[in-house]
């Protein structure tokens, strides 16, 4: 089964080697086809030249950008498919995720409200130094009644690491918190 895994792994990251590299030689092979450092530059390109410097929209890491949206679409479904594997329980457990925030600005207040459902309050530790808001939760999975198995297993089981700078203004000492329906809310006054 490892050796399968491994395999597996493997081939993705050759895939992606692949794929970064015919990007680069594209854009290498673009480069070159434009630049005139060698050779005299022909009316052609010239002209290329030319409308290059009349269009400032253009975005030289388009592709590279492109390219890192699809690694993440490949990657995360690839992780979750794991996640669901049972025989892959211990090698998740070491692992945290970030789960999502917000952070506004709500008259002379700050708000941070983070997912983090299916935890306990007394599991969530929240902490405030150098305006660096640290927030640590753990999640614990629920016994199974004796007899039922999983059909299919997503939730995520383990730990959630998350850490925020602060505005300057914000004022640590004025910290509250409040943990309803998943939702972690922390309020912050701001400094006059």
Do not use: W
Not at 35 to 46: D, I, L, R
Not at 94 to 112: H, R, T
Not at 135 to 159: F, L, P
Request: glycine letters at 4%.
């Amino acid at each position: 089964m490892r050796d399968k895994i491994l395999i597996i792994l493997s081939s993705v990251l050759l895939a992606a080697v692949v794929i970064e590299g015919y990007y680069l030689y594209k854009i290498n092979s673009k480069v070159e086809s434009s630049s005139s450092y060698y050779k005299p530059a022909s009316k052609k390109e010239n002209t290329l030249l030319k409308q290059l410097s009349i269009n400032q929209n253009i975005n030289p890491f388009k592709e590279f950008q492109q390219m890192q949206e699809n690694m993440d679409k490949v990657f995360g479904s690839f992780n979750a498919k794991f996640q669901n594997n049972p025989d892959f329980d211990k090698f998740f457990k070491n692992f945290s995720i970030s789960p999502a925030l917000d952070m506004m600005q709500s008259g002379n207040k700050y708000v941070v409200n983070i997912n983090i459902p299916g935890s306990t309050k007394n599991n969530i530790k929240v902490s405030v130094k150098d305006h660096i808001l640290k927030v640590k939760a753990k999640m614990q999975e629920t016994n199974n009644k004796k007899g039922s198995k999983y059909i299919q297993k997503e939730r995520y089981i383990g730990s959630f690491e998350r850490e925020l700078t602060l505005p300057q203004n914000a004022d640590e000492s004025s910290i509250k918190t409040i943990y309803k329906n998943g939702v972690l809310t922390i309020t912050f006054d701001k400094k006059n």
